[in-house]
């Protein structure tokens, strides 16, 4: 177990819908990255957020946002549902500022949308 | 932009069978990280790779990063079957921050 944990573990939403998902991350990192996992492929690079702060962002649009909380924990927005956005979102949690680290991924919110 | 290539797709082997998984970027990497995710699971972290031309040993699990840096490989011998899952490699290149992932190697394994 990574101590990486997030919720809700599956949402249906229609589409229009906003949704909001939570992760918190391993004790000590202070960094969180979020990703799309569509069926079949690997992980896509959403955002990451270094403390409090977007650090870098991938190929998404505005409509995906994000938070990151002094605890370290941090929520991903996705507003205007679409039925594209089902997938698995999976955030990770590094310690990151010192080189590269490696990502501790949590078990992932399987969202829906119909 | 910036793209990490993966070959097979998918690798059906028996048991005891070698298998190995080729990764390739479009630009040159920083370091390349290795992850396994298990059917209906998570992507492990397995390892990070960083010098040109290294080769690092997880028992029967063989890592490789190209003198380039825009490739690498891994190489798992006697497979059994519990190293079924898919392989991911990931990079960095030397300026962004985004972990680049393929599209991973879903290695199937028959006792």
């Known amino acids: 177990e990574t101590g990486v944990t997030q919720s809700p573990t599956h949402l249906i939403k229609t589409r229009g819908q906003q949704v909001t998902l939570r992760c918190s991350s391993q004790?000590?990192?202070?960094?969180v990255s979020w990703y799309q996992q569509a069926l079949g492929q690997g992980p896509q690079f959403i955002f990451q957020?270094?403390?409090?702060?977007?650090?870098g962002r991938g190929n998404f649009p505005p409509r995906f946002s994000g938070l990151q909380f002094p605890n370290y924990s941090s929520e991903l927005n996705v507003n205007a549902l679409e039925l594209d956005d089902s997938a698995l979102y999976l955030c990770a949690s590094s310690l990151e500022g010192q080189g590269s680290r490696p990502q501790y991924f949590g078990p992932g919110t399987r969202l829906t949308v119909t | 932009g910036q793209q990490v290539m993966q070959i097979p797709q998918y690798q059906h082997v028996q048991e005891g069978e070698d298998f190995t998984t080729y990764c390739n970027s479009s630009?040159?990497?920083?370091?390349i990280q290795w992850y396994k995710q298990r059917p209906g699971g998570h992507p492990v972290f397995l390892i990070q790779?960083?010098?040109?031309?290294e080769v690092k040993k997880q028992k029967r699990l063989t890592f490789q990063f190209g003198e380039a840096k825009k490739n690498s490989s891994l190489h798992i011998t006697a497979t059994q079957t519990t190293d079924v899952g898919t392989y991911f490699c990931a990079g960095r290149t030397q300026a962004g921050t985004a972990l680049i992932f393929g599209k991973g190697t879903t290695l199937s394994v028959s006792s």
């Open positions: 004790s000590g990192h202070n960094t």
């Open positions: 957020y270094y403390r409090e702060e977007e650090n």
């Open positions: 790779l960083v010098k040109s031309g």
């Open positions: 630009t040159t990497l920083s370091n």
